[in-house]
T-cell receptor
Framework: ETGVTQTPRHLVMGMTNKKSLKCEQH?????MYWYKQSAKKPLELMFV???????ENNSVPSRFSPECPNSSHLFLHLHTLQPEDSALYLC?????????????FGPGTRLTVL | GQNIDQPTEMTATEGAIVQINCTYQ??????LFWYQQHAGEAPTFLSY????GLEEKGRFSSFLSRSKGYSYLLLKELQMKDSASYLC???????????FGQGTTLQVKP
């Protein structure tokens, strides 16, 4: 399934670095999501975008900054991260922002913060 | 508060049937989802229930009781490739928010 792609697949960064994660969906969907998946913890929703407008910010620290320039692309800009931010970051999309349709996930970016 | 509970681990035998339970307490409810996630891969959508009852899709079935805050995923004729984590998630609100349980890791043995 290549409907949702994410780059890079792996990223190692220091606490003072600035990096960006990229997500692209080829499904014609109108909603996109960022999730964080840490070891032994449930998937946590971070942000929801509907038609390029942010509609949900799940109490995420400001060192994570999302950007949605169009309905096919979603970025997560990272700066001054902490080691506890190391996790798998998953992007997802759905036809509409409501939950009557399934969300389709990308392969994720494995982030390690040193 | 929001709480979704499912067993952490389960083991079953190839060819058998296994039922993975999920109980939830959430402030809103827009449906219950099951996802499958193989190690190192993205979650993939399995099923969706919004009304009470059983939804069958091939070897997989999902059941929902809204009054009891309870769902289960039933896997029949287990295959080795079914070894994965199974994530229960509840839809909440109208922004597409999904609240996930921590997942049940299923190991299928020969």
């Amino acid at each position: 399934e290549t409907g949702v792609t994410q780059t890079p697949r792996h990223l190692v960064m220091g606490m003072t670095n600035k990096k960006s994660l990229k997500c692209e969906q080829h499904l014609g969907h109108n909603a996109m999501y960022w999730y964080k998946q840490s070891a032994k913890k449930p998937l946590e929703l971070m942000f929801v975008y509907s038609l390029e407008e942010r509609v949900e910010n799940n109490s995420v620290p400001s060192r994570f900054s999302p950007e949605c320039p169009n309905s096919s692309h979603l970025f997560l800009h990272l700066h001054t991260l902490q080691p506890e931010d190391s996790a798998l970051y998953l992007c997802a999309s759905s036809r509409e922002p409501g939950v009557l349709t399934g969300q389709y996930f990308g392969p994720g970016t494995r982030l390690t913060v040193l | 508060g929001q709480n979704i509970d499912q067993p952490t681990e389960m083991t079953a035998t190839e060819g058998a049937i296994v039922q993975i339970n999920c109980t939830y307490q959430t402030s809103g409810f827009n449906g219950l989802f099951w996802y499958q996630q193989h190690a190192g891969e993205a979650p993939t959508f399995l099923s969706y229930n919004v009304l009470d009852g059983l939804e069958e899709k091939g070897r997989f079935s999902s059941f929902l009781s809204r009054s009891k805050g309870y769902s289960y995923l039933l896997l029949k004729e287990l295959q080795m490739k079914d070894s994965a984590s199974y994530l229960c998630a509840v839809g909440s609100g109208n922004t597409g928010k999904l609240i996930f349980g921590q997942g049940t890791t299923l190991q299928v043995k020969p």
